[in-house]
């Protein structure tokens, strides 16, 4: 990462370059999809989806309160108001009978979250949306390498979402991605994150602005630099032993953790398989362990605060039993690939010290 930072920064081309385009086929390669349109970060990835599926001011899009503020934002972003679904609590995902319920004439897009890295129940989700006539933009953000009936997630969506924020599957200092198989839509993305420009058209030979070129739709300031995609290229090689060790390492503290009272490992949607930003437990004193945990110096989370708390969206509440239990349970422990095996053992043994086993 270092050596490329450098370099980029040595060539002076530090906005854009060739790197991006390359970031974008390395990332079509790896979910499958046909066409890539980098972004600044993941939340202008989701504000153009948004956009590109006709969503308008005052149109409700469903998502789930339990995720993250970066997500939700980018409805308001487009002056859209959320209309808060709830969560299976086995799985903390979004649940295709309660998204087809809810559903409503007023609904102008569903954005799916992949919880965490765990995937969804897409298909039936998709069906439902497909039922329904609702566009469907998956948030792959925390999922990058999950699987889902043995496809990459994002494929079953009009969009796809991805980020690659530090904290990621793929690092690129910053960063985000829109997916999607339609070149014609691909293209109004790639318009819409530069303020509307064609690029091949908006200059003339002589360097200078192009009166000619017409800007129909204005857009953003939302391009991936090349600085970036220099350093999330160089991590491409080696994502799959990582997502393999990560995985390894979920597994691990699953077999040693299952047996506890008090604790429980978050189900799998059949046919998922993980990402794991980290390992979803469901703790019945969350607030002891997490004390514990953070007091032995192991990083651990409650993942998300419910975005229904939070006015500014000015949306409806809404009765959700399964995020009022996610809320008060729900903790995300390390599992990441840089773990050793004494590391795991610690973390086990900390949480088996404070649940009483």
Known sequence: ????????????????????????????AEIQRDHVVATSDMTTALTLSLRAVGVRPGQSVAALAFACLST???????????????????TVSMCPEYLRTHL????????????????????AIASVCREKGVPLIEDCDNALGARYLDRPVGQHGDFAVYSFYPNRQINALDGGAVACTDSGAAERLRCLRRFGIHQASFRGKDGEINPASRIDEIGISAGMSEIHATVGCTQFEDLASRLMQTRANADYLSERLCDLRGVRIVCRVP??????????????DQARLLSE?????????????????????NAKSAYLPGTDSVSAELMALPCGWWLDRAQLDRIVSVVRRAVGA
């Open 104 to 123: 409503t004439s007023e609904t102008a897009a569903v954005v799916l979250y992949h919880v965490a890295g765990y995937p969804a129940d897409t298909e």
């Open 72 to 90: 939700n934002a980018a409805i308001s972003m487009v002056g859209a108001i959320p209309q808060w679904l709830d969560v299976d609590p086995r």
């Open 1 to 28: 990462m270092e050596k490329a930072a450098l370099g980029a920064i040595r060539s002076g081309r530090i906005a854009s370059g060739p790197s991006i385009e390359r970031f974008e086929r390395l990332l079509a």
């Open 271 to 284: 046919g998922a398989l993980p990402a794991h930003w980290g390992l979803l437990v469901m703790a019945a």
């Open 293 to 313: 945990l953070k007091t032995s110096g192991i990083d651990c989370s409650k993942l998300h605060l419910r975005n229904d708390i939070y006015a500014g969206f």
